[in-house]
């Protein structure tokens, strides 16, 4: 299993990003795939999964209306879309198969300041 996100970046509250996680190593199409972030001090916090075909997402209370999670299985990736965002997103964000946290990528830093 490979997992590499993309997309992080330095941002002001209220601005959107884009995260990418490119898969490779397994079925992607088949598999379960879930975005969780973790913060310094703070507990681990799966913030969006979806199922293969796209047609079970979940997210967590903290984010539900501002974040979007999808996937296009035909290129192996995954995507989340972030907006409104403000400084309690900051958080390293990893893409992880299914939602075993031992199977996940390297991350992709998210910091929301002014």
């Known amino acids: 299993v490979r997992l590499v996100e993309s997309g992080g970046g330095l941002v002001q509250p209220g601005e959107s990003l884009r995260l990418s996680c490119a898969a490779s190593?397994?079925?992607?199409?088949?598999?379960?795939m879930s975005w969780v972030r973790q913060a310094p001090g703070k507990e681990r916090e799966r913030v969006a999964r979806i199922s293969p075909a796209s047609t079970t997402i979940d997210y967590a209370d903290s984010v539900q209306g501002r974040f979007r999670v999808s996937r296009d299985n035909s290129r192996s990736t995954l995507y989340l879309d972030l907006s409104s965002l403000n400084t309690d997103d900051t958080a390293m964000y990893y893409c992880?198969?299914?939602?075993?946290?031992?199977?996940r990528g390297q991350g992709t830093q998210v910091t929301v300041s002014s």
């Open positions: 190593g397994f079925t992607f199409s088949a598999a379960y």
């Open positions: 992880v198969k299914g939602t075993n946290w031992g199977e």
